[in-house]
């Protein structure tokens, strides 16, 4: 059976689905009398099922990012904890990843594996946090068995923190839309910590939670029925998951604090902030040039760019500036029209509820108005600087959470004949498995940097050790290698350096070995020996202690 075949049949059984809308409506009908942990149980059943079968296409996927994190991860198993700790770098991802690497897997499979459990996690969590909102249990179990192929699709995706923040918040939905969020201690606090977690997943969480779990309950404070009593409960619920909060993030904030020695709560931000400037050029390690890793443990200088001289600038300086951050909210608007299209809706649904709520009781679309106001506060950040989807990833899972919410309402009123109900279900599941159909189809997702993982079985002959730098328009690829061979990567010439200046700078830090692309030509190496010569790559390496 060829490797192929796994994709051709998940298409065309996914595709022949619209050819049959009856027998979906039939099957669901027929899952919709499982008791809601089964359809738990059948969605991660799924899930473990179809990464089983993709997981050979993407086990050697792996980004700048990804070797960043298992460098981390490594450092702390060396117990180089002075090392491992980083404001860049949140510190989740690779703590995870050293259970796997303390059973002796492979570096790039243990983050794979970690991530992939992370997904079963998370799959598991769409389903508790479905159950505890207003949506129909026929809608609910579409919700929880699609999300199965959506999340892995971001598991599989690439090494890197994202789909741990999609997973963590949706374990920390789930607590502040639990019924007895007021009234169990135990709820409150485990909000917290699951706000925390968050953080220390990636840095922006901070922001979002501080700004999302206060805004959540001040909207059950000014309820118009809330009781006296029932305030005083909200207070105790929300100072309990603030103090819980702050208790757990500010361990490593204190860490990362001493280690720059300045107060901070991570790095990333201002860098990523100043990368989009009007005047910057890029990334730092793009122009300029060699750049010393952090310590004789760490692979580049990307393994800590807390580091990189940065140039600061405000969007309130001058006018300049101002249009300028207009145009990058802009071309996010543009980049992701979707988002904030129903970023917008979500805000005016918000508004909504909150001039409409008029019944006693603890009224369920409040549940569903926590979940809407997660969606432009979320957004809301990220607008200000350039977005990439996988930052967002949470917000396609708060999507068909809203639409699920939405539809449940529109079925509960009768708005739609029956028939037409089963047409909209079939079409909704058909909706959210569409994305992660694009992503399993696509050949160009497949056995990506797989190469380069086979190159560097093929280096290793040549017992490259020491310190590797590369020439121009060869970072992403050489850092690779250089992860893989286990070296260190000083990264490229500054971007207006000649040759007399290049051979220079790598004979000023004493760099042992030299990549180049095979049509690239520098007149100075003519000295050195060329390691690669019998070998039929698209690039060279030059030994320039010989």
């Keep these: 059976m060829s490797e192929s075949f796994d994709y051709i049949q998940l298409s065309s059984l996914l595709s022949s689905s619209k050819k049959k809308r009856d027998s979906v409506g039939t099957f669901l009908i027929r899952m919709k009398s499982l008791k809601p942990k089964w359809s738990f149980i059948a969605a991660v059943c799924l899930y473990i099922l179809l990464a089983a079968v993709f997981f050979r296409f993407h086990r050697y996927q792996i980004s700048p990012d990804g070797v960043s994190y298992i460098s981390i991860a490594q450092k702390y198993l060396q117990g180089d904890f002075s090392s ?26 243990a983050a794979r594996l970690s991530i992939l459990t992370v997904g079963a996690l998370a799959v598991w969590g769409v389903g508790i946090l479905s159950s505890k909102l207003p949506i129909d249990r026929e809608l609910r179990l579409v919700i929880t068995i699609t999300s199965a192929p959506l999340i892995l699709s971001y598991a599989i995706f690439l090494v890197g923190p994202d789909a741990l923040t999609v997973c963590i918040l949706i374990y920390y939905l789930a607590f502040v839309v639990h019924k007895d969020y007021t009234k169990r201690k135990r709820i409150a606090i485990l909000a917290g910590a699951f706000g925390a977690m968050a953080y220390l997943a990636k840095t922006y969480n901070f922001p979002f939670f501080l700004a999302h779990f ?49 107060f901070t709560i991570g790095t990333s931000g201002k860098l990523n902030f100043s990368v989009y400037g009007p005047r ?36 309130f300086s001058s006018r300049e500036n ?113 994305s992660p159909m694009r992503f399993f189809q696509n050949p160009g997702n497949r056995y990506r940097e797989r190469n380069i ?57 004493s760099i042992d070995y030299f990549i180049v692309l095979q ?28």
């Design 84 to 109: 491992a700790i980083n404001g860049y770098w949140n510190p989740l991802f690779s703590w995870l990843m050293i259970p796997f690497l303390l059973l002796g897997i492979e570096p790039i499979i």
């Design 214 to 262: 206060t805004l959540l309950n001040i909207i059950l404070y000014f309820q118009k029925w809330t009781t006296p009593y029932r305030r005083k409960k909200i207070i105790n619920s929300f100072l309990l998951g603030i103090l819980t909060f702050f208790l757990i993030s500010g361990i490593w904030i204190f860490l990362i604090s001493q280690k720059y020695e300045k």
């Design 280 to 315: 910057s050029k890029g990334h730092l390690h793009h122009y300029k040039g060699f750049m010393p890793p952090p310590d004789e443990k760490a692979v580049s200088a990307w393994d800590d760019p807390s580091y990189f001289s940065i140039e600061k600038w405000s969007p």
């Design 322 to 434: 101002f249009n300028h951050q207009i145009g990058i909210i802009k071309n996010n608007l543009n980049a992701f029209p979707v988002f904030y299209s129903i970023g917008a809706l979500s805000f005016l649904f918000f508004l909504f509820f909150i001039f409409n709520s008029s019944k006693k009781g603890f009224h369920k679309d409040v549940k569903g108005l926590f979940i809407i106001s997660a969606i432009p506060i979320y957004l809301a950040g990220y607008s200000l600087v350039i977005v990439v989807q996988r930052y967002i990833w949470i917000l396609s899972i708060l999507i068909v959470l809203v639409g699920g919410f939405i539809l449940s309402h529109l079925f509960k009123i009768k708005f739609y004949a029956k028939p037409i109900q089963r047409a909209i279900l079939v079409a909704f599941t058909l909706s959210v498995l569409y």
């Design 453 to 509: 993982y086979n190159v560097s079985n093929v280096l290793k002959k040549y017992n490259i050790k020491g310190k590797v730098a590369s020439s121009k328009e060869s970072w992403p690829f050489s850092l690779y290698l250089a992860f893989y061979l286990k070296v260190q990567y000083y990264g490229e010439p500054r971007a207006e350096a000649n040759e007399d200046e290049i051979k220079k700078d790598l004979e000023k830090l």
């Design 519 to 546: 049509e690239e030509h520098f007149e100075f190496l003519k000295d050195y020996e060329e390691l690669t010569k019998k070998d039929k790559f698209v690039f060279k390496i030059y030994d320039l202690k010989k």
